[in-house]
């Protein structure tokens, strides 16, 4: 699946930012996600939901301040940054997992990157202080 990420900028601290992730028409996803990587630093998670439910899970880092949501009828899956911080630059990735499960997976299992099989192109946001 070729997913298309866009949103990112130039924002001030405390502003806000919508990011975008566009999937191909009719491509299924069972859980999308966001992750991030700064410069010198490791991929990190977050946030991500099912598809099907709606269930969201955030790293602790951005819960109260960033809402992930999605359009099923575009197939879009969005992320809405308030109040952001210095620290939220980084290169922002959103990653789809196709995989059919026969159960529910735990939060872990939605903020390990490696469960994720398709990846769009990085959108840059960065934060001035």
């Known amino acids: 699946v070729q997913l298309q990420a866009s949103g990112g900028g130039l924002v001030q601290a405390g502003d806000s930012l919508r990011l975008s992730c566009v999937a191909p028409p009719r491509a299924f996803s069972s859980r999308m996600g966001w992750f991030r990587q700064a410069p010198g630093k490791e991929r990190e998670f977050v946030a991500a939901?099912?598809?099907?439910?709606?269930?969201?899970y955030y790293a602790d880092s951005v819960k109260g301040r960033f809402t992930i949501s999605r359009d099923a009828i575009k197939n879009t899956l969005y992320l809405q940054m308030n109040n952001v911080k210095s620290e939220d630059t980084a290169a922002y990735y959103c990653?789809?997992?196709?995989?059919?499960?026969?159960?529910?997976?735990?939060?872990?299992?939605?903020?390990?990157?490696?469960?994720?099989?398709?990846w769009g192109q990085g959108t840059q946001v960065t934060v001035s202080s």
């Open positions: 990653a789809a997992d196709s995989k059919t499960l026969g159960y529910n997976p735990s939060n872990t299992y939605y903020s390990t990157a490696a469960n994720y099989n398709s």
């Open positions: 939901l099912s598809w099907r439910s709606g269930t969201t």
